[in-house]
């Protein structure tokens, strides 16, 4: 046999083994797939949601969404609900799901029954579902307004350990929550729910987000009604004293019915840029809420006011973050704070972080992301398990 035959003989013998090869490992992709498929069935996932929550799926069959699922939803990181309670998940995650497919088929589920639940809290039992125990996270119960999504943004916490279980305030505000006449109604609705979760509760953080409303808006609003065009930052310090105790006399109520940690986290820099200040900004919920019903009047009276610029609302903000911590530490709260590392260069919020027509902060950006995983840590640290 010559050289030449012998590497042809090798080249065809080479062929087979990997044609072989590819043949055994279809087989065995195609085992894992049904053993997966068999897995999810026999847990309870649930097909209908999954469809439901995904539009490119409509028209699907039971059977054809799991197949969907191992096939391609897992690997691109789609939720994975299950007709199982989060409870039970977690206590499978501790004792049978412990290798890597199943720890994140619990992390995907965990997720799904967070997106399912109704952001202001008034599903009770999904609530209190929510904050079962588990070993790769610690649940957080964050009451605050709009400003709060900051501690909702769900990958960048449980990548610190902390699952962000939301109680949605919109457009309350820090002293408003100790009004019992207020119009949203949200320091009893909140109360009500701390008190009904009871001991589901137990041990878990409970982070309070208010004040950017009062600051931001109920200062101007206050002037509007008191005829007071002129700004001084003398009046400013006063309401927030003044805003500041009424909250933390909520807080303390609060405490006392509570069976979580209770965390007040303070206001971030301020994002709106002066031309839009000036030009009287107004939210229209925000002004509903405050039964400020004539949108168009009230952002004309605003327009009329002395607004401080950037620099020094600022240092209200900070102001305000230090009255606070200074109460949580007279009355023995646990207090959190971020507020230096969303400042850019110059002591105003980082260009990457604001929109100047808008009065949050923008969260999607590295940037963002990795300042709200460095809170997650900061509040595991300050809550461990």
């Not at 044609?19 to 997966?36: E, F, I, K, N, T």
């Not at 789609?78 to 799901?97: D, E, H, K, N, Y």
């Not at 457009?171 to 009004?179: I, Q, W, Y």
């Not at 933390?248 to 303070?266: D, I, K, N, P, S």
Request: proline fraction near 4%; glycine fraction near 8%.
């Amino acid at each position: 046999m010559g050289v030449v035959d012998m590497w042809r003989q090798i080249k065809r013998a080479v062929r087979r083994r990997m044609r072989r090869g590819d043949a055994a490992g279809r087989s065995r992709s195609a085992d894992d797939r049904a053993a997966r498929i068999g897995f999810l069935r026999d847990h309870g996932f649930d097909t209908a949601a999954y469809i439901q929550h995904y539009g490119d799926l409509a028209g699907m069959t039971p059977e054809a969404a799991l197949d969907h699922f191992v096939r391609h939803g897992f690997d691109e990181g789609r939720q994975a609900p299950f007709t199982l309670s989060v409870a039970a998940i977690q206590t499978l995650r501790q004792s049978q799901w412990t290798d890597g497919w199943q720890a994140e088929l619990a992390r995907r589920a965990t997720q799904a029954a967070l997106s399912a639940m109704p952001a202001n809290g008034t599903d009770l039992e999904r609530l209190a579902d929510l904050l079962a125990a588990s070993p790769d996270h610690l649940p957080a119960i964050m009451i605050g307004d709009s400003h709060s999504a900051f501690l909702n943004q769900v990958p960048a916490m449980l990548s610190a350990g902390i699952l962000p279980v939301p109680i949605l305030c919109l457009g309350g505000s820090a002293r408003g929550l100790h009004n019992a006449s207020s119009r949203a109604q949200y320091g009893t609705h909140v109360r009500d729910r701390l008190v009904r979760l009871g001991k589901a509760a137990q041990d878990r953080p409970v982070v309070f987000k208010f004040g950017q409303v009062d600051v931001e808006f109920l200062f101007d609003l206050k002037r509007v009604h008191d005829g007071t065009t002129d700004y001084a930052s003398t009046m400013m310090r006063r309401f927030i004293d003044e805003s500041v105790e009424r909250y933390a006399a909520y807080l303390t109520e609060c405490r006392a019915v509570c069976h979580g940690r209770v965390v007040a986290m303070g206001n971030f820099p301020p994002t709106l840029g002066d031309e839009t200040i000036r030009a009287g900004y107004v939210n229209a919920h925000i002004a509903f809420i405050n039964r400020e019903d004539d949108i168009e009047q009230l952002r004309a009276a605003l327009a009329t006011l002395d607004h401080p610029d950037l620099a020094e609302r600022t240092a209200m903000a900070r102001y305000w973050n230090q009255r606070l911590a200074e109460s949580c530490e007279r009355i023995g709260l646990l207090y959190l704070e971020e507020f230096d590392g969303l400042l850019g260069d110059d002591g105003l919020v980082h260009p990457e972080l604001a929109d100047p027509q808008d009065h949050h902060l923008l969260l999607h950006s590295d940037r963002a992301q990795q300042r709200i995983a460095s809170v997650g840590a900061r509040l595991r640290a300050l809550v461990p398990a």
